[in-house]
């Protein structure tokens, strides 16, 4: 009679914690009262890089959000080669955004105020969130609803000053997102180049550029058509405004090219397709029209696109 022998087996137990994993990277929007919880996180390490991105200096005086360090968006643009607002260069953009306390390791929460049109800073806090993008930053939200979707919240503002410490930015940056005239001129004829500027200033019924109209095969998509009547900040579902983009040839399967006057109205446009419908190719033109206007060489048209043109 063959005896079983029973040898002992060693058992290896794996154990894993299943607490909270750390939030990921991400751009996007958060709400005021998610907005808040990151603010007021037990643990100062965790706590966001608050931005407030107003052009107006005494308004951030007035009331800002708690821990907010004022960047005014239009330090970050100047004249260059006689063509104003144009972005600066990479040594000094990098300079202004350490001094802004940017971390490629923490969050980064953007917002701005002026929630009826024309008056209306989303725009930069959209341009601000596009540079962070652009020289590498992985982690930002703008606040959706802006400074007046937190106030209706009835959460709390100050009139305390916040000086972030010096920033450390990451090593590399994502150039590919910002396109140069050249690229506008020379595009891929499958693209859907798009102008985010009201339709008066698209059709060139306008005081403002040295020459009326658009590029020509641009189509027109107002930025404002992607936010609440009532609140400019507070950014529409995708959802809602689906049909009148794919109506327009805006599709997630095309690359986009987006542009405006000075490139913040794009850089809203832009946002908004990349980062809360989620489109995967979309890429702004940072000279906008006021760099194309003073190129004479390059035709504009004052018509609105059709689909039977080039």
């Known amino acids: ?93 990098r300079a202004l955004l350490i001094r802004a306390g940017i971390d490629r390791n923490r969050l980064h929460l953007i917002y701005a105020t002026g929630d009826t049109l024309p008056n209306d800073e989303i725009l930069s806090a959209s341009m601000v969130a596009y540079v962070l993008e652009k020289y590498g930053v992985r982690d930002i939200r703008i606040v959706d609803g802006g400074l007046p979707g937190w106030v209706a919240a009835k959460l709390p503002v100050t009139q305390e000053y916040f000086g972030n410490p010096k920033g450390t930015l990451p090593e590399r940056g994502h150039p590919e997102i910002a396109l140069t005239i050249q690229d506008v001129v020379q595009r891929n004829p499958a693209s859907v180049l798009v102008d985010a500027r009201p339709k008066n200033e698209y059709l060139g019924q306008d005081d403002i550029w040295l020459r009326k109209g658009h590029i020509p095969g641009a189509r027109s998509f107002h930025w404002a058509r992607l936010m609440a009547k009532d609140n400019t900040h507070q950014f529409l579902p995708f959802e809602t405004v689906r049909p009148q983009l794919e109506a327009e040839g805006i599709t997630k399967d095309k690359s986009i090219l987006v542009y405006c006057g000075t490139s913040r109205e794009g850089s809203l446009l832009r946002f908004y397709l990349k980062h809360v419908a989620k489109y995967p190719d979309v890429r702004l033109y940072e000279g906008s029209w006021k760099e194309y206007a003073n190129q004479k060489q390059y035709p504009a048209e004052t018509t609105p696109f059709s689909p039977a043109k080039p």
């Open 1 to 93: 009679m063959r005896r079983r022998v029973f040898l002992p087996c060693c058992v290896l137990i794996l154990t894993a914690s299943f607490g909270p994993s750390p939030a990921q990277a991400d751009i996007g929007i958060i709400s005021p009262a998610e907005a808040l919880k990151r603010i007021q996180h037990p643990d100062p390490a965790q706590r966001p890089i608050v931005l407030d991105t107003r052009g107006d200096y005494k308004a951030y005086f007035r009331s800002h959000l708690p821990t907010a360090h004022h960047i005014n968006f239009d330090t970050l643009r100047g004249t260059d080669h006689g063509v104003p607002v144009q972005y600066l260069p990479d040594d000094l953009t």
